[in-house]
């Protein structure tokens, strides 16, 4: 028989389906209860990809199930299940009333404003909240702050360094595996004119009848929200993310470094790892890929090089990034350092560009929810931040499109690390380059009708003209940056004449740009 009132209401979200999470401790089937609810605010407050939407969905009903499978008491919101489900404090707020429970436990979210809900929630229904570090990570928020404190400046790799002698990854003796904590310059290769080798099909799971369910639902609710749902096969359990782990060790990590950052198209997966979504639903722990890497590299299946890179996207940025979150928010999310002010044009919601570079990696967004890291960061992020988008505005659009976008990891590396827009905190420079730096890095611009080596005239590309432009707009903010020195110094070669001639092409393609957003109502 069911008891009515819980001594504890474990709550859960989206993306904490971890049955060893630290709100389980102590937890006694015979007493407590978990909470989880569906609502349609976490798919409309942005404009959620249906990709997005349903590998949360998912993921929350198959771990559901779960734990039902272990007797234990969960109180369920579907969407579809006639209940009201507008916002996950509000669908609270009503089940705390009808259950009144003694306290209520959470793993702490992943987003600062969920976190604001819920304590207000608790507050205003006057039941004790406790909020428990998430041990998924490595690190936590109180780490990272005692790490910043009394520090100038802030540097991923020297973070990321501490973390591999503290854990003992890739360590010997005391120093790093190899000599070298960095082997990032071997790891920017290009491919040759034949492109990539062996086909890599993506994710690959075929959704269960429970995932069709859901898909349908998506489908019918959502039906307005931007995506297709026809390549939906992301792992949704704990036991697919770990074989997608282990596809990626046997099959993509020996070469993952060497084209880590490489493009090409019609290949939206290539040799990437493509479990960024199990760790950010903590359906795989980033111990176990870390540990798989290691000891790929000690059987002699894969480089160091490439061990290394994959190592420190999980340990180093990944840890980095949630202690930028955690120390800098609720303020960090309005920082606009470079004052950027144009709308983001509308071809990011619709792929409808003669650009190849963004058509490819905007198309295959749309198609699959999914683009990886060198495409965000130097050809949809690099032509918001030369275009002068708001930064706001880029944030809401890759934590509305991306599977795998969860507020902490996402919004520094937007802001930050793309946009420059938080004055040099997570990166030591603006990431800017020209069109020429895509075309050394894919094939797009052979099937492009601009020239990568133009600055201005009609068959410009509008990366190139925006770099140059970027240049002379921020030439003043950037004198005192030692990195822009040489950047900055071509510049200066350049007559008032080109200038000129640069800040009127630019103005132009930011006229076109300037198109109203697709509704998202």
Sequence with gaps: MKMKSPRHLIVIFGDQLNREAA???????????????????????????????AIFLSGMRHFRDALLSEDIRVEYTQLDDGKESDKLSNRLGIDLRALSPEKVIVTQPGEWRVLQALKKVCCDEEVPLEVRDDRHFYTNA????????GRKSLRMEFFY???????DVLMEYGKPTGGDWNYDKENRGSFGKGGPEGPNNGPGFKPDVLTREVLDLVNERFADHPGSLDSF?????????????????????????????????DEPWLYHSLISTSLNLKLLDPRDAVAAAEKAYKDGHAPLAAVEGFIRQILGWREYVRGIYWMHMPEYIDRNAMDAQEPLPD??????TDLECLKQSVGQTLEHGYAHHIQRLMVTGLYALLLGVDPKMLHEWYLAVYVDAVEWAELPNTLGMSQYADSGLMASKPYIATGNYINKMSNYCKNCPKNPMEKTGENACPFTTLYWDYLIRHQVALKSNHRMGLQLRNLDRLNEGDRSGITKAANEIRSVSACRTPSKT
Excluded: C
Aim: charged share 30%; net charge negative; proline share 2%.
């Design 347 to 352: 071809f990011y919601w619709t792929g409808d």
């Design 23 to 53: 709100a389980f401790d102590n937890f006694d089937s015979t007493q407590d209860a978990v909470w989880m609810a569906e609502v349609d605010d976490e798919s409309k407050h942005v404009w959620s990809h249906k990709q997005r939407i």
């Design 142 to 149: 109180k780490d990272f702050e005692e790490y910043a404190k």
């Design 233 to 265: 096969a992301w792992p949704v359990t704990p036991e697919e993310a770990q074989k997608a782990l282990s596809n990626f060790i046997h099959n993509r990590l020996a070469v993952f470094g060497k084209y880590q950052d490489a493009m090409w198209t």
């Design 161 to 167: 360094r501490e973390l591999r002698k503290r854990f």
